[in-house]
C-alpha cells in the first residue's frame, strides 16, 4: 500500500511564501517510477491541477494561474515532491494534494488520471 503525506501548509500574508512536502512511502513502492502532481481544492469549488512533475524532474508543468509564482520538484533520493510557492495571493487559499498516477504513466492536468492522493494540506492566504 503505498501513501503519500503533505506537509508545510499553513496561514499567512498575501506576498508571503510557502514550501510544501509530500512524502511517499509503500513496500513496493519505486518513488522515482512515477510522475507527482499537485492540486488544490478550494471551498464550494471543484480540485483543480497545480503543478507537475515528470519520474525524472527533467520535465514541470504549470496552470497558468500559478505559472512564475510556484515551482513544482522532486527528491528521489528522499522519496519527496515539493511545491515551492512565491508571491501567493488570497486565492490561493485551498487545501492542497499532491497525487501520484499509475507507475510509468505520464503528468498531466487531470485528477481522473491520478490514482494515489495525499490527505491534504491547508494553506490559507489572508489580504
Known amino acids: 500500500q503505498v501513501h503519500l503525506v503533505e506537509s508545510g501548509g499553513g496561514l499567512v500574508q498575501a506576498g508571503d511564501s510557502l514550501k510544501l512536502s509530500c512524502v511517499a512511502s509503500?513496500?513496493?513502492?519505486?518513488?522515482?517510477?512515477?510522475?507527482m502532481a499537485w492540486f488544490r481544492q478550494a471551498p464550494g469549488k471543484d480540485r483543480e491541477f497545480v503543478a507537475a512533475v515528470t519520474w525524472s524532474g527533467g520535465s514541470t508543468y504549470y496552470a497558468e494561474s500559478v505559472k512564475g509564482r510556484f515551482t513544482i520538484s522532486r527528491d528521489n533520493a528522499k522519496n519527496t515532491a515539493y511545491l515551492q510557492m512565491n508571491s501567493l495571493k488570497p486565492e490561493d487559499t485551498a487545501v492542497y494534494y499532491c497525487?501520484?498516477?499509475?507507475?510509468?504513466?505520464?503528468?498531466?492536468?487531470?485528477?481522473?488520471?491520478?490514482?494515489?492522493w495525499g490527505q491534504g494540506t491547508q494553506v490559507t492566504v489572508s489580504s
Open positions: 509503500g513496500r513496493t513502492f519505486t518513488f522515482s517510477s512515477y510522475a
Open positions: 497525487a501520484a498516477p499509475s507507475p510509468g504513466a505520464v503528468a498531466t492536468p487531470q485528477s481522473r488520471d491520478y490514482d494515489i
